[in-house]
């Protein structure tokens, strides 16, 4: 039988990592891949979701686990009644035999819950709070840059019309550079 526990998470916590930053590019310098706002919120739901089934299959599983040590029981009792140890055809031996088979299942599933429980849901529950604030702190970041370069923005429109340049705007150095900021606002992500 193949050994099924084992010390070592189940998730890989690089692959949580909302920023994208692959050496895949377009000729643009952009990234080949676009992460929206949107797509960020879908990964987290589907998790949240991984999370929700996983819980409930573990806990149906401990549902299982109490269910066979209770049919157990059971079957060890009648094997220990007065009327099956008189029995001629030694039924109280195969009795005995299937609640310990049903201990026995019982304690797997148990097992099985437990590891679940402790090598998947956990890791994965602390590698989506990871994810979370990764998310967090990116969109912190991003927005903390477009403040900058539309604080930026406003500066150069404001130092081109002190200068009184407002006939000469379409020949004007400073149009270039908001042009050129623009454009950088718009690339972003």
Do not use: W
Request: proline share 5%; with cysteine.
């Amino acid at each position: 039988m193949p050994a099924m526990l084992s010390t070592v998470s189940l998730i890989d916590p690089t692959t949580l990592n909302p920023s994208f930053s692959g050496p895949d590019t377009s000729r643009m310098g952009r990234p080949a891949v676009i992460i929206t706002r949107a797509d960020q919120q879908t990964a987290v739901d589907q998790f949240q979701l991984l999370l929700t089934n996983a819980k409930a299959y573990r806990l149906q599983m401990l549902a299982l686990s109490k269910a066979a040590a209770s049919f157990g029981y059971a079957l060890e009792k009648i094997a220990h009644s007065k009327a099956s140890v008189r029995d001629p055809t030694n039924v109280c031996s195969s009795l005995q035999a299937a609640a310990g088979l049903h201990y026995l299942m019982s304690n797997h599933h148990q097992i099985l819950s437990d590891t679940l429980y402790k090598q998947f849901e956990i890791p994965l529950l602390q590698h989506l709070d990871t994810h979370k604030a990764n998310i967090e702190a990116s969109e912190a970041q991003y927005e903390r840059s477009m403040r900058d370069m539309s604080q930026k923005i406003k500066e150069t429109e404001a130092t081109s019309l002190q200068n009184g340049r407002k006939r000469q705007r379409g020949k004007s150095p400073s149009l270039v550079i908001i042009a050129s900021m623009d454009g950088d606002i718009s690339r972003s992500p």
